[in-house]
């Protein structure tokens, strides 16, 4: 096959390809406008019903990632032997709990504490 205005096919082939390329994406610019203007005519005769609002995606993703930070945070307190918050929240209500019964205990005079 033989291209007219061609010097040696070596080098001129890339460049023939290249155009080709090229030409292929105009065409298909050109479509693509004509499609898009005949859609605009077809939307101006016809009554579109409103689209709902979009609903915010970031909110659901800074979720996300908070979790998965929270997550590692408490992996990395717990290599390193210390409490996760849930532990601490977990160990303040047994002392709340544990405080109660004691006033409970010492308001019926079974137990007297030494206060200094």
Not at 11 to 17: A, T
Not at 40 to 61: D, E, F, G, I, W
Not at 67 to 82: H, I, P, S, Y
Request: glycine share 6%.
């Amino acid at each position: 096959m033989e291209i007219k205005g061609s010097q040696s096919p070596p080098r001129s082939l890339p460049r023939q390809v290249f155009l080709a390329g090229v030409g292929a994406v105009s065409l298909t610019l050109e479509s693509v406008s004509h499609l898009v203007k005949r859609g605009q005519q077809a939307r101006s005769k016809v009554k579109m019903p409103a689209l709902p609002p979009k609903r915010p995606v970031m909110p659901r993703r800074r979720k996300g990632v908070t979790d998965a930070f929270e997550v590692k945070v408490e992996n990395t307190l717990g290599r390193l032997n210390l409490p996760s918050k849930a532990q601490i929240a977990e160990i303040d209500q047994k002392i709340t709990r544990l405080e109660v019964q004691l006033a409970e205990l010492e308001q019926a005079g079974d137990v007297k504490t030494s206060k200094s």
